[in-house]
């Protein structure tokens, strides 16, 4: 009875580590279109509106949105209040948020490299920077659609084949 029991957990255990896996990589994709979304609003502000980098920042801070509103406004505030550049007080409240995030480095390198990418003065330069980022992010987002359904499948088989395996040595 132990035994069939302790079989049935270690199958619902590796199923289970198979999800949450297949989760990471639903989370990586759900992050990158709110990047995507974010620069798009960010191009919005900037080409049609004519505001700053601070100031739409300081916008999308208000419309709030994890993980990043919090750090949005903290970049506004250090800034605009305490003066200091925005580059560094980007890497820096950026960084932070990109520690706990499930994306690769060059994912991440494209939202940490943002201001190095800018034209700080010129609204054209900043336009054609997101434009830029925006073909980046889109080329990251439509590769892992295309594999997502299938590494799913693998993936949740193997942890399900994995579970048999360890059963099957229990017993």
């Known amino acids: 009875m132990f035994r069939l ?7 619902i255990g590796c ?8 989760l990471d990589g639903a989370r990586r994709l759900m992050l990158l279109k709110r990047i995507k979304s974010i620069y798009e609003t960010m191009k919005y502000y900037i080409s049609y509106q ?11 801070a ?17 800034v605009c209040e305490k003066g200091e550049a925005f580059p560094a007080a ?16 060059t994912e991440k390198k494209l939202i940490m490299d943002f201001p190095a ?6 609204e054209n330069a900043q336009a054609g920077a997101l434009d830029e980022l925006l073909r980046e992010i889109n080329l990251h987002i439509e590769e892992i659609e295309k594999e997502h359904k299938s590494k799913n499948k693998m993936i949740m088989s193997l942890g399900v084949a994995a ?4 059963s099957i040595l229990l017993l």
């Open 117 to 122: 990418s800018l034209g700080f003065m010129e």
């Open 163 to 166: 579970g048999v395996l360890i």
């Open 90 to 105: 980007w890497q820096s409240c950026m960084g932070k948020v990109m520690e706990d995030l499930p994306l690769t480095k």
């Open 50 to 60: 004519k505001a700053t980098i601070p100031e739409t920042l300081c916008r999308l």
């Open 15 to 22: 199923a289970g580590f198979a999800w949450n896996i297949c």
């Open 5 to 11: 029991t302790g079989c049935i957990l270690a199958v």
């Open 62 to 78: 208000e419309k709030g949105g994890e993980p990043f509103g919090e750090a949005f406004a903290e970049i506004d505030v250090r």
